[in-house]
T-cell receptor, first 114, second 113 residues
Framework: DQQVKQNSPSLSVQEGRISILNCDYT??????FLWYKKYPAEGPTFLIS?????DKNEDGRFTVFLNKSAKHLSLHIVPSQPGDSAVYFC?????????????FGSGTQLTVLP | KAGVTQTPRYLIKTRGQQVTLSCSPI?????VSWYQQTPGQGLQFLFE???????NKGNFPGRFSGRQFSNSRSEMNVSTLELGDSALYLC????????????FGQGTRLTVV
């Protein structure tokens, strides 16, 4: 049972355009959401996060939107650059017992074409 | 500060063998989590340790186990390896287990032949 879903395994975008990566979740206990970026042969690195009390968080070229009623979040990258080409993982956090646990989606491979 | 260090980086084992992977968290971080990454499956949560105690466990068979030492370093062990255990195993550390942002190591690529 996948509680966090990234339905697009891959996405190609032209350099300078907007990249939109989507993520859906099913567990209403999730109250914090994160995006990680992963290059080949490296571990995932934290990109941006959003609390469930907000609907938008912006950091430079990266903006995350949260629609709680639809249980949907998205990551917008504007403008997209070739160096953004990587696998992007959506993650959701919930308090489980006395500790927080991260649940990851399956990832979306973003390719930014020059 | 040094980042999360995982050893070894690459490992080839034969089916039926057992393997131990090591993770040294960021200095001062007491929470260590392990994940398995396979193509199309994303990062599957294995378990989390905090102050030498397992706090959470994912849906993996008992062949997968782990432990954490008093210096927060962690090891995970897989016994009776199967071909399907071939994956990238990632370790992540957090300062305390109530924080959400986790810092990942580069992973150990395990190939079972």
């Amino acid at each position: 049972d996948q509680q966090v879903k990234q339905n697009s395994p891959s996405l190609s975008v032209q350099e300078g355009r907007i990249s939109i990566l989507n993520c859906d979740y099913t567990n209403s206990m999730f109250d914090y959401f994160l995006w990680y970026k992963k290059y080949p042969a490296e571990g995932p690195t934290f990109l941006i996060s959003i609390s469930s009390i907000k609907d938008k968080n912006e950091d430079g070229r990266f903006t995350v939107f949260l629609n709680k009623s639809a249980k949907h979040l998205s990551l917008h990258i504007v403008p997209s650059q070739p160096g953004d080409s990587a696998v992007y993982f959506c993650a959701a956090s919930a308090l489980r017992g006395s500790a927080r646990q991260l649940t990851f989606g399956s990832g979306t491979q973003l390719t930014v074409l020059p | 500060k040094a980042g999360v260090t995982q050893t070894p980086r690459y490992l080839i084992k034969t089916r039926g063998q057992q393997v131990t992977l090591s993770c040294s968290p960021i200095s001062g971080h007491r929470s260590v989590s392990w994940y398995q990454q396979t193509p199309g499956q994303g990062l599957q949560f294995l378990f989390e340790y905090f102050s030498e105690t397992q706090r959470n466990k994912g849906n993996f068979p008992g062949r997968f186990s782990g432990r954490q030492f008093s210096n927060s370093r962690s090891e995970m062990n897989v016994s009776t390896l199967e071909l399907g255990d071939s994956a990238l195993y990632l370790c992540a550390s957090r300062e305390i287990d109530l924080y959400t942002e986790a810092f990942f190591g580069q992973g150990t690529r395990l190939t079972v032949v």
